[in-house]
């Protein structure tokens, strides 16, 4: 009997656990997250670096076309906010992990690789899971704070992988 109720509890844990995970990244869109205004984000050809340097802290858009020729030009820095178990279940080639919820933690030991992408003119770009998932926007408004001018890329892991990219 006891052992029943604690494999009934375990199973419970586990199905709270996995249904946290995947609400952390769907459902929500950013304008219920964040007041209206807050982040100014500009269109997406102001993600393309042009001649002389991005004003700091500046936030925008990039769309799939966008997203796909940085990335063969060498151009981009892809930055996955998803929680680490879904980056380990598939990201885009060449991102890396820096979950959102783990972001002030884990934020300072990568901080250099962002260092050197912007001293290469790489332009940062931030997804997450697809267009309702705010939590590309809201580290990006983080690293705004910081100085760093980033894009997001709303369709996130999604629309790439509906790519079949």
């Given at each position: 009997?006891?052992?029943?109720?604690?494999?009934?509890?375990?199973?419970?844990?586990?199905?709270?656990?996995?249904?946290?995970?995947?609400?952390?990244?769907?459902?929500?869109?950013?304008?219920?997250?964040?007041?209206?205004?807050?982040?100014?984000?500009?269109?997406?050809?102001?993600?393309?670096?042009?001649?002389?340097?991005?004003?700091?802290?500046?936030?925008?858009?990039?769309?799939?076309?966008?997203?796909?020729?940085?990335?063969?030009?060498?151009?981009?820095?892809?930055?996955?906010v998803?929680?680490?178990?879904?980056?380990?279940?598939?990201?885009?080639?060449?991102?890396?992990?820096?979950?959102?919820?783990?972001?002030?933690?884990?934020?300072?030991?990568?901080?250099?690789?962002?260092?050197?992408?912007?001293?290469?003119?790489?332009?940062?770009?931030?997804?997450?899971?697809?267009a309702?998932?705010?939590?590309?926007?809201?580290?990006?408004?983080?690293?705004?704070?910081?100085?760093?001018?980033?894009?997001?890329?709303?369709?996130?892991?999604?629309?790439?992988?509906?790519?079949?990219?």
């Amino acid at each position: 009997m006891k052992r029943r109720m604690i494999t009934r509890i375990r199973l419970h844990v586990s199905v709270a656990a996995l249904t946290v995970l995947l609400v952390s990244c769907i459902g929500i869109t950013h304008e219920e997250v964040l007041p209206p205004g807050a982040l100014p984000i500009q269109d997406e050809e102001s993600a393309l670096p042009r001649e002389g340097p991005r004003a700091k802290g500046q936030i925008s858009q990039v769309d799939i076309g966008t997203l796909f020729q940085l990335r063969g030009e060498g151009r981009v820095f892809l930055v996955d906010v998803r929680p680490a178990f879904f980056f380990s279940l598939g990201h885009i080639p060449g991102s890396i992990s820096l979950p959102l919820k783990k972001f002030d933690t884990e934020f300072p030991a990568v901080r250099s690789e962002f260092e050197a992408a912007l001293g290469a003119d790489r332009v940062i770009v931030l997804y997450c899971t697809n267009a309702k998932c705010p939590d590309g926007l809201i580290a990006a408004g983080k690293l705004s704070k910081l100085g760093y001018s980033t894009s997001v890329y709303k369709g996130g892991w999604k629309e790439w992988q509906d790519a079949g990219l």
